[in-house]
């Protein structure tokens, strides 16, 4: 059974960093595909970004420059470093494993239907 527990939410000034970090079992994060995604309520669930398999990575516009995704395959674990946090980068922050295996990262990005395991979910709160 796959399972993917979350780390490192929290609240944080305009311009600040975080990282939150994705433990992965039942699911190998060096021969797979993992994302992260974030909802507001009244929102859907957008792709923040993507690795895949080989390391290549893919993000939304809004994070390009900011954000870096990477792994640990030791710890088989994923990471997404948020670097100079803006007030619009409040939401919950899901860790995602899985999607459809025809689809390419980019397409992934943009289709969270196709992920088929998901963590419980990080508040990320970033005030001015």
């Known amino acids: 059974q796959v399972r993917l527990v979350e780390f490192g939410g929290g609240s944080v000034q305009s311009g600040g960093s975080l990282r939150p970090s994705c433990v992965v079992s039942g699911y190998s994060v060096s021969s797979g595909c993992m994302a992260w995604f974030r909802q507001t309520p009244g929102k859907e669930r957008e792709g923040v970004a993507v690795?895949?398999?080989?390391?290549?990575?893919t993000y939304a516009d809004s994070v390009k420059g900011r954000f870096i995704i990477s792994r640990d395959n030791s710890k088989n674990a994923v990471y997404l470093q948020m670097n100079r946090l803006q007030d619009e980068d409040t939401a919950m922050y899901y860790c995602a494993a899985a999607p459809d295996p025809r689809m390419t990262i980019y397409q992934a990005l943009h289709a969270p239907d196709s992920f088929d395991v998901w963590g419980q979910g990080n508040q990320v709160t970033v005030s001015s």
């Open positions: 690795i895949g398999s080989r390391a290549y990575t």
